[in-house]
C-alpha cells in the first residue's frame, strides 16, 4: 500500500463538487431571507460564491503539492491545518450583520474545508 497524493483529478473534483454545494448553499440562504452584506466591500453574489470556493482549494493543492513532492511527511499535517482553518475563519464569517448570511457562509467554509481535506488526506491507496 502506498500514501495517496494530491492529484489534479482529486483537485478538481472537489473543487467543482465544493463550488457546487456552496451554490446551493446560497440558494437555499437567498431563499430563507440572506441579504449577503458582510463586512466587506462588495455583496457576496454566486460568482463570490464560486471564486472563493474553487480559488483557495486549487491554490493550497498546488503550493502543497509542490512542499509534499520534497517532504512527503508534509501532506497529513497540510490536511489538518487546512480544515482547521477553515474551522477557524468560520469566526469572520458570523461577523456578518445578518446572522442567516453569517451563518451560509460559516456553513460554506465547512464545505470548503471538507473539500481540502478530500484532497490532502494522504490516506491509503492499493498498489
Do not use: C, E
Not at 483529478?9 to 451554490?23: G, H, P, Q, R
Not at 463570490?48 to 513532492?69: E, K, T, W
Not at 490536511?79 to 451560509?104: C, D, Y
Amino acid at each position: 500500500m502506498r500514501t495517496r497524493s494530491i492529484t489534479t483529478k482529486n483537485t478538481i473534483t472537489a473543487a467543482v463538487a465544493a463550488a457546487v454545494v456552496d451554490l446551493a448553499v446560497f440558494a437555499i440562504g437567498s431563499a430563507a431571507g440572506a441579504d449577503w452584506l458582510t463586512n466587506a466591500p462588495y455583496p457576496v453574489t454566486w460568482i463570490v460564491v464560486v471564486i472563493f470556493s474553487v480559488v483557495p482549494l486549487v491554490a493550497a493543492a498546488g503550493v502543497a503539492n509542490l512542499i509534499v513532492r520534497r517532504r512527503p511527511g508534509f501532506q497529513r499535517p497540510a490536511a489538518w491545518a487546512g480544515l482547521a482553518f477553515a474551522v477557524v475563519t468560520i469566526a469572520g464569517s458570523l461577523q456578518a450583520p445578518q446572522i442567516l448570511t453569517g451563518v451560509s457562509l460559516g456553513l460554506m467554509h465547512v464545505v470548503v474545508g471538507a473539500a481540502w481535506f478530500f484532497v490532502a488526506w494522504p490516506g491509503r491507496t492499493r498498489s
